[in-house]
């Protein structure tokens, strides 16, 4: 079993960063994919970024590209999300998830991933 806490959000201006990040315990995420996902208010949740459970590769939604940077450190047992040049179409609650897997594969599909953290809200004021 793995436990998911995100941290990290709060309000900014548009143009700002925040850092996110999420913090597993449970079981050592050197073996599993994690992915950020989020949900705007009446809004389907949708995929952010993903990454292998290496760090060695990843992918991301084409409305974050160039802005967001996923990245892990298996030592901490922990997920990030660096959010830079941030814009109001951002705000939502941000959600990361894992799940076991075999070297080099990201995941896109909320279907695709086991477990789920709480979420975290991050609003994005114009």
């Known amino acids: 079993q793995v436990q998911l806490v995100e941290s990290g959000g709060g309000l900014v201006q548009a143009g700002g960063s925040l850092r996110l990040a999420c913090a597993a315990s449970g079981r050592t995420l050197s073996n599993y994919a994690m992915g950020w996902f989020r949900q705007a208010p009446g809004k389907e949740r949708e995929f952010v970024a993903a990454?292998?459970?290496?760090?060695?590769?990843?992918f991301y939604a084409d409305s974050v590209k160039g802005r967001f940077t996923i990245s892990r450190d298996n030592a901490k047992n922990t997920l990030y999300l660096q959010m830079n040049s941030l814009k109001p179409e951002d705000t939502a609650v941000y959600y990361c998830?894992?799940?076991?897997?075999?070297?080099?594969?990201?995941?896109?599909?909320?279907?695709?991933?086991?477990?789920w953290g709480q979420g975290t809200q991050v609003t994005v004021s114009s």
């Open positions: 998830a894992a799940r076991a897997t075999r070297p080099g594969i990201v995941y896109r599909y909320t279907d695709d991933y086991r477990y």
């Open positions: 990454i292998t459970w290496s760090g060695g590769s990843t």
